[in-house]
């Protein structure tokens, strides 16, 4: 089974400031990466799908980049709203999902 | 635009069976290119992905708790249900029902999300 790990498990960080995250594939996961936002109380919310492509309604500052088994979600100018709890998940042609156990995203 | 919602009790007895349904609106869950998922969640961890059922009603199940699990579409209802056996206090989290687009730009992701219905198990 291919294990997704996130780094770090928790960041803190300004209003403004750019904050990377990150995820490691235990094996190649090619492009078959998503991000997701979560905050108390509510279902994630897809942010990045296919690694770099961004969800229909999601702001530009979010972006996601990598391939193989590394890739990063980047936030380019934290908001106030952006303070939340980030996964990334792989989709198998198998037809089985994995997520990561999560970065929150805390204020500094 | 699709919603879903979930339904189903909140509280379960150790060794007893869950059952819960998600109730697809805006959209058939029959729709020749739409995936459904179960996906849970305990406090402060990860997402744990449950199973997924295609639109022609084909399924897969995580390999953990694959024994344990059937999902089912039921057409006339326009919904998708799990069924959990043999539910333990370890089973105890949010259960959401989600949604995605095997020919959208987006296949492979979980575009749409239920609220989630919280289920304990607990004697």
């Known amino acids: 089974d291919i294990q997704m790990t996130q780094s770090p498990s928790t960041l803190s960080a300004s209003v403004g400031d750019r904050v990377t995250i990150t995820c490691r594939a235990s094996q190649s996961v090619h492009t078959w990466l998503a991000w997701y936002q979560q905050k108390p109380g509510k279902a994630p919310n897809l942010l990045i799908y296919?690694?770099?492509s961004l969800e229909s309604g999601v702001p530009s500052r979010f972006s996601g980049s990598g391939s193989g088994t590394d890739f990063t979600l980047t936030i380019s100018g934290l908001q106030p709203d952006d303070f939340a709890t980030y996964y990334c998940q792989h989709y198998s042609s198998y037809h089985t999902w994995t997520f990561g156990q999560g970065t929150k995203v805390e204020i500094k | 635009q699709v919603q879903l919602q979930e339904s189903g009790p909140g509280l379960v007895k150790p060794s007893e069976t869950l059952s819960l349904s998600c109730t697809v609106s805006?959209?058939?869950?029959?729709?020749?290119?739409?995936?459904w998922s179960w996906i849970r969640q305990t406090p402060g961890k990860g997402p744990e992905w449950i199973g997924y059922i295609y639109h022609s009603g084909s399924t897969n199940y995580n390999p953990s708790l694959k024994s344990r699990v059937t999902m089912s579409l039921d057409t006339s209802k326009n919904q998708f249900s799990l069924t959990m056996r043999s539910m333990t206090a370890a089973d105890t989290a949010i259960y959401y029902c989600a949604h995605g687009d095997s020919y959208g730009g987006n296949e492979g992701a979980f575009d749409i999300w239920g609220h989630g219905t919280m289920v304990t198990v607990s004697s």
């Open positions: 296919k690694a770099s």
């Open positions: 805006g959209g058939s869950v029959s729709s020749d290119n739409y995936y």
